[in-house]
């Protein structure tokens, strides 16, 4: 008998109701294959229990030929769904940063969905967020409306719910944010978030926002120092600092409390921490801070990004933006990589998409691909090393690729070129020592407005 008559056999004894009309088989066939129906019955788990009802028409199998067995959806092992489950991991290489929002809301719009929108236009893995004015409520209402995207985690000084106020955010895209785990070090001031990132290592992220007061402002790092004991020590600390370590951070420059900027070394020395985007631009000038004219103007660099000398040399993109938010502070960030990531250069050039749909483009590689096959029909008869099919299939791909290169830079959107512009004449302003400082604050200002 066909090896199919046996898998027959046992399929039509686990179907209710009338069973089909089998072909006209030899005897003994037909008790090799109960036989072997009756076996496979009893030792197959599946057919314990309720049967299901399913009227089919026997077909015949080609003799040697196995036929697949129906799977039965309904009775698939809940084991294997599990093992289906897909878990985030946070990247190895990850953009952190930060941002003073002022408050919740301007004018009616909540910033938290313009939040949403930057970090993944962005792709910020984690954001660091000062003045959120949350409660808790908030908090895990936000976090219901963001579920898909944003894990919030925020922290109140429930004696001032309507200042104050600390978050780290979470882009569910890019870190593992089921896992991560948080304590408050300073109600609505200062929370601590450590959260898996790759090959079993973790990182620590501190987000603070100091108060303004310089007496304040010291004994808040000194209090950092001692509520730090016993946890994780931060791989990262980030926020608003409302202080400055150096005067040419201010503008007009401005030396900054002496209690207040020792306690904070002092933190920065016992957690081993560098100023990133100073490490990285030594001498240059840049503001995270600018007050309006009718408060005065004057401009400092107090959100800033700190993070251990063992990840510094593996972070790169160190960048101070605006934000896109109603807000006087910009947005503040860096790329940090674990240091067993392999280096991973820039990768091949591609074809920007917008460029396929330029009707100049699109003639243009039609003509040269025409001249092209002209010039290959011709070299058929005329062969030589430097004038062959290959060889000029070369040039044809050399001179579309720089054609399109060159196309695509005079196709960039002009408000693109405006904010390049602008950004170029603020750093050349802020870093110009001819022009008097008055003037280099003023003109300043006017450009980040």
Same mark, same amino acid.
């Given at each position: 008998?066909?090896?199919?008559?046996?898998?027959?056999?046992?399929?039509?004894?686990?179907?209710?109701? !009338?069973?089909?009309?089998? #072909?006209?088989?030899?005897?003994? $066939?037909?008790?090799?294959?109960?036989?072997?129906?009756?076996?496979?019955?009893?030792?197959?788990?599946? *057919?314990?229990?309720?049967?299901?009802?399913?009227? *089919?028409?026997?077909?015949?199998?080609?003799?040697?030929?196995?036929?697949?067995?129906? =799977?039965?959806?309904?009775?698939?092992?809940?084991?294997?769904?599990?093992? =289906?489950?897909?878990?985030?991991?946070?990247?190895?290489?990850?953009?952190?940063?930060?941002?003073?929002?002022?408050? =919740?809301?301007?004018?009616?719009? +909540?910033?938290?969905?313009?939040?949403?929108?930057?970090?993944?236009?962005?792709?910020?893995?984690?954001?660091?967020?000062?003045?959120?004015?949350?409660?808790?409520?908030?908090?895990?209402?936000?976090?219901?409306?963001?579920?898909? #995207?944003?894990?919030?985690? $925020?922290?109140?000084?429930?004696?001032?719910?309507?200042?104050?106020?600390?978050?780290?955010?979470?882009?569910?895209?890019?870190?593992? $944010?089921?896992?991560?785990?948080?304590? %408050?070090?300073?109600?609505?001031?200062?929370?601590?978030?450590?959260? !898996?990132?790759?090959?079993?290592?973790?990182?620590?992220?501190?987000?603070?926002?100091?108060?303004?007061?310089? &007496?304040?402002?010291?004994?808040?790092?000194?209090?950092?120092?001692?509520?730090?004991?016993?946890?994780?020590?931060?791989?990262?600390?980030?926020?608003?600092?409302?202080?400055?370590?150096?005067?040419?951070?201010?503008?007009?420059?401005?030396?900054?409390?002496?209690?207040? *900027?020792?306690?904070?070394? =002092?933190?920065?020395? &016992?957690?081993?921490?560098?100023?990133?985007? #100073?490490? %990285?631009?030594?001498?240059?000038?840049?503001?995270?801070?600018?007050? &309006?004219?009718?408060?005065?103007?004057?401009?400092?660099?107090?959100?800033?990004?700190?993070?251990?000398?063992?990840?510094?040399?593996?972070?790169?993109?160190?960048?101070?933006?605006?934000?896109?938010?109603?807000? +006087?502070?910009?947005? *503040?960030?860096?790329?940090?990589?674990?240091?067993?990531?392999?280096?991973?250069? #820039?990768?091949?050039?591609?074809?920007?998409?917008?460029?396929?749909?330029?009707?100049?483009?699109?003639?243009?590689?039609?003509?040269?691909?025409?001249?092209?096959?002209?010039?290959? %029909?011709?070299?058929? $008869?005329?062969?030589?090393?430097?004038?062959? !099919?290959?060889?000029?299939?070369?040039?044809?791909?050399?001179?579309?690729?720089?054609?399109?290169?060159?196309?695509?830079?005079?196709?960039?959107?002009?408000?693109?070129?405006?904010?390049?512009?602008?950004?170029?004449?603020?750093?050349?302003?802020?870093?110009?020592?001819?022009?008097?400082?008055?003037?280099?604050?003023?003109?300043?200002?006017?450009?980040?407005?």
């Amino acid at each position: 008998m066909g090896i199919g008559d046996g898998y027959r056999a046992a399929y039509n004894d686990n179907v209710d109701g !009338p069973q089909p009309q089998e #072909r006209n088989t030899p005897s003994n $066939s037909t008790q090799c294959a109960e036989a072997n129906a009756s076996t496979h019955h009893a030792n197959n788990p599946d *057919t314990q229990g309720p049967s299901i009802r399913r009227h *089919t028409t026997a077909r015949s199998t080609p003799q040697g030929r196995q036929p697949n067995p129906r =799977r039965n959806h309904a009775q698939t092992s809940p084991q294997n769904n599990t093992n =289906r489950t897909s878990r985030k991991t946070t990247r190895a290489s990850i953009k952190i940063a930060s941002l003073n929002i002022r408050g =919740r809301w301007h004018e009616g719009v +909540d910033k938290w969905t313009h939040i949403n929108q930057i970090m993944k236009e962005k792709k910020i893995g984690i954001l660091a967020v000062q003045e959120t004015h949350l409660s808790k409520v908030d908090e895990t209402s936000l976090n219901e409306t963001f579920n898909k #995207r944003l894990k919030i985690i $925020s922290s109140i000084d429930p004696e001032h719910g309507n200042a104050k106020g600390v978050a780290i955010v979470l882009n569910k895209d890019l870190t593992s $944010s089921q896992e991560a785990t948080h304590k %408050e070090i300073i109600p609505g001031r200062a929370i601590l978030v450590q959260l !898996p990132w790759t090959k079993g290592e973790k990182i620590t992220i501190l987000a603070v926002y100091a108060p303004n007061e310089p &007496s304040k402002n010291g004994a808040f790092w000194e209090e950092i120092q001692t509520n730090l004991t016993g946890l994780p020590t931060p791989d990262v600390l980030l926020g608003d600092f409302n202080i400055v370590e150096d005067a040419l951070d201010r503008l007009p420059p401005k030396q900054d409390n002496e209690h207040a *900027t020792v306690a904070l070394m =002092r933190l920065k020395l &016992s957690l081993d921490l560098r100023d990133g985007w #100073r490490a %990285e631009n030594p001498d240059l000038l840049a503001y995270t801070f600018a007050q &309006s004219s009718a408060q005065g103007g004057r401009q400092s660099r107090i959100d800033r990004i700190y993070i251990s000398e063992n990840i510094l040399p593996f972070s790169k993109d160190w960048t101070i933006e605006p934000a896109g938010i109603a807000t +006087d502070h910009q947005l *503040t960030s860096a790329r940090i990589s674990d240091v067993r990531m392999p280096f991973v250069g #820039r990768g091949r050039w591609t074809l920007p998409l917008f460029i396929l749909k330029d009707k100049d483009v699109k003639k243009r590689i039609i003509d040269m691909g025409c001249t092209m096959q002209l010039d290959i %029909e011709n070299s058929l $008869s005329n062969r030589s090393t430097t004038h062959n !099919p290959q060889t000029i299939f070369k040039n044809f791909k050399d001179t579309a690729i720089k054609f399109c290169r060159d196309k695509a830079r005079t196709s960039i959107p002009k408000i693109q070129n405006r904010i390049k512009s602008l950004k170029s004449d603020l750093k050349a302003c802020l870093n110009d020592q001819s022009i008097p400082e008055e003037e280099r604050r003023l003109v300043g200002l006017e450009l980040q407005e």
